[in-house]
């Protein structure tokens, strides 16, 4: 078999053509637009299938430069870092503290019910913990971010087995958030309130960020290089926090002391009243992301996921009635029981299974049906856009430490 080795700048170069393979493909082909599929997912899964072949049948296989996507990764959990806003939350009132509440109780359970069922069919918890909350709360993202280190912790076939769920959660929160929010309507007898329709945070369109207005105050070319003083101390602080706590025999995941780090200065300028460049931050989140899962994508080893297949799909599909009896007899609930509720618990199915995006299509497509809610439309992107991520790594890397 020939190994085809690429260097830093062939890896770098490899991944930008997938990124726009991705995109060109997703404009043209409306069923990956209306589910939101990334497009460095479908241009790295293209690459996977073609490394797929070649381990098929045996003529050829690639080899990456991966000490760039481990730093692409500080990066990403750096910029998740700076969006978590504990003043932000204080402001956002009683809704949106009770949903993040909600949200979190849905990430304990996926993961519990994930490695549970896992160990029950005879495979790795750890390949549960990646039919949980890091393929279904956290998304494509987060799937790619931990698929690795759950299977340098042992899990094989973590990774393909995550951007699976991933994928299959897109979809699946898409399907279930409407009838979910028509039934509680039905048996509930609501009534939509008569309060006029009001701006939707973000737009229709509204993804993971835009919930917030920037605060930089300064022309683009300082904040760009104050973003990126900003971020780069907190990776270069939260390593030596990090090696600090190893030194003391408490071993933490390199991404989690530059993320918490990037909390607590985030949290020291809001107290102070500074200025912060949070476009600047979403853009390089958002580049580094793009790069990372594209990278990760590449070197993804399709064959593994053979191993895990059955067991996958037994959990995906019961973490899809979970997320529905949770959305009915949880998530409406702990929102009040009315209209809002209902509205909340369609959008949480998209934000529970998939990402921000499927809880506002899901939202949008119920309320222009039953009528507006301005409430929903605040709490859900603000949530999805500033916190759950944040609460969501702590608490797999929870996980992990204790089913490794």
Known sequence: MTTIELDIAQTIGVAAVLLVAGEFIKNRV?????????????????????????????????????????????VFFTTIGFSASFELLKKGGVGVALFLA??????????LLGAGL???????????????SISLTGGHGTSAAFGPLLEQAGAAGALPAAIAAATYGLVAGCVIGGPLGTLLIRRNHLRVPGSPALAVPGGAG?????????????????????????????????????????SL????????????????????????????????????????????????????????????????LVILLVQTVLMFAYGYFVTFRVMGSDYDAAVIAAGHCGFGMGATPNAMANMHAFTAVNGPSVKAFFV?????????????????TGFMNYLK
């Not at 920037?214 to 030596?240: F, K, P, Q």
């Open 249 to 312: 025999g408490i071993t933490l995941p390199a991404y989690l002391g530059p993320m918490l780090v990037a909390a607590l200065v985030r949290n020291i300028i809001d107290w102070r009243d500074g200025a912060l460049p949070l476009r600047q931050f979403d853009v390089v989140g958002n580049v580094s992301l793009g790069f990372f899962l594209a990278m990760a994508l590449m070197s993804m080893k399709l064959w593994e996921l053979a191993q895990v297949a059955g067991p996958l």
């Open 380 to 396: 859900i992107p603000l949530v999805g856009s500033l916190f759950i991520d944040f609460f969501n790594a702590v608490i797999i």
């Open 102 to 111: 909600a949200a979190i109780g849905l990430v304990v359970l996926q993961n």
């Open 206 to 246: 509204a993804g993971t960020q835009g919930a917030e207005p920037d605060r930089s105050g300064s022309s683009h070319g300082d904040t760009v290089m104050y973003a990126s003083i900003l971020i780069a101390v907190s990776i270069g602080a939260g390593t030596v926090l990090v090696n600090w706590l190893k």
């Open 118 to 132: 896992a160990a029950a069919l005879g495979v790795h918890p750890l390949i549960g913990v990646a039919a949980g």
């Open 30 to 74: 409306s069923l990956l637009s209306r589910y939101f599929i990334p497009g460095p997912i479908i241009g790295g899964l293209l690459f996977s299938l073609i490394a797929l072949a070649g381990h098929a049948t045996g003529l050829f296989a690639f080899q990456f430069y991966d000490n760039m996507r481990a730093f692409l990764l500080l």
